[in-house]
């Protein structure tokens, strides 16, 4: 019984001590992923930056044209008009033609502030009138879609007030520049634009928790964010 105990345990140790074989290689565990072609990749980016973007407390509107993203702002005018949406303020575009936005939101009775470049001495009023705004209309420059973040490079065209004062934004952004990560949007702004230019990196509706270590919406930028991937 004693011999018997033994060799099982020296069959054991003898099987353990063997070198393992290679791993068997099945076809398909084996076989190269497919790349996805350049339209798959878009709307799997700008899919996983909606989700993101919900996460951190905004309102993702889809991977849509800009017709349809006009419709959405415009839906979204009545349904506030009443008590917030009175007035917007709009920036210059990146990869889109904002122009489409105009004359809609002219019809509805909205009234409309056109961002461009100002004096020195003229900056201010400026300001104090995007201050005074219901709604900023931002294109982004880029977006990040690991964190659902917007990066909007500041320009007299698009000036950073637009993202901090209106308590509300619709940011909108091309489908190809959407980005899987940080590194890329940083590679792809550039140090140039980084030394010359305010980049704002946009995560949702602003919040903190300065005070009492209870968190506010709204102290540092918009109280809602409303987000777009133009198709």
Do not use: W
Request: hydrophobic share 50%.
């Amino acid at each position: 019984m004693v011999s018997a105990f033994h060799k099982i345990i020296a069959d054991v140790r003898g099987a353990l001590e063997r070198k393992r074989g290679p791993a068997p290689v099945h076809d398909v565990a084996g076989e190269a992923a497919r790349p996805l072609s350049a339209a798959a990749r878009r709307a799997e980016l700008a899919a996983q930056f909606g989700r993101e973007v919900e996460l951190v407390g905004g309102r993702f509107f889809g991977l849509i044209s800009l017709a349809a993203a006009r419709d959405r702002l415009l839906e979204l005018a009545a349904a506030e008009k009443s008590e917030k949406i009175r007035s917007a303020a709009l920036g210059g575009g990146v990869a889109c033609d904002v122009e489409m936005l105009v004359k809609p939101l002219a019809r509805k009775g909205i009234e409309l502030i056109r961002t461009h470049r100002v004096t020195d001495g003229d900056r201010a009023a400026l300001r104090e009138r995007i201050a005074g705004c219901d709604l900023g209309i931002v294109e982004a420059d880029y977006a990040i879609a690991a964190t659902g973040t917007f990066c909007v490079i500041a320009t007299p065209e698009r000036p950073s007030s637009l993202t901090i004062l209106p308590p509300i934004n619709f940011i909108f952004v091309a489908a190809d520049r959407v980005r899987p990560n940080l590194a890329e949007v940083v590679a792809a702004v550039g140090p140039k634009n980084f030394a010359t230019h305010r980049v704002a990196l946009i995560t949702g509706p602003s919040r903190t928790a300065d005070i009492e270590k209870m968190i506010v919406i709204g102290v540092h930028g918009p109280k809602q964010l409303f987000a777009a991937v133009i198709a």
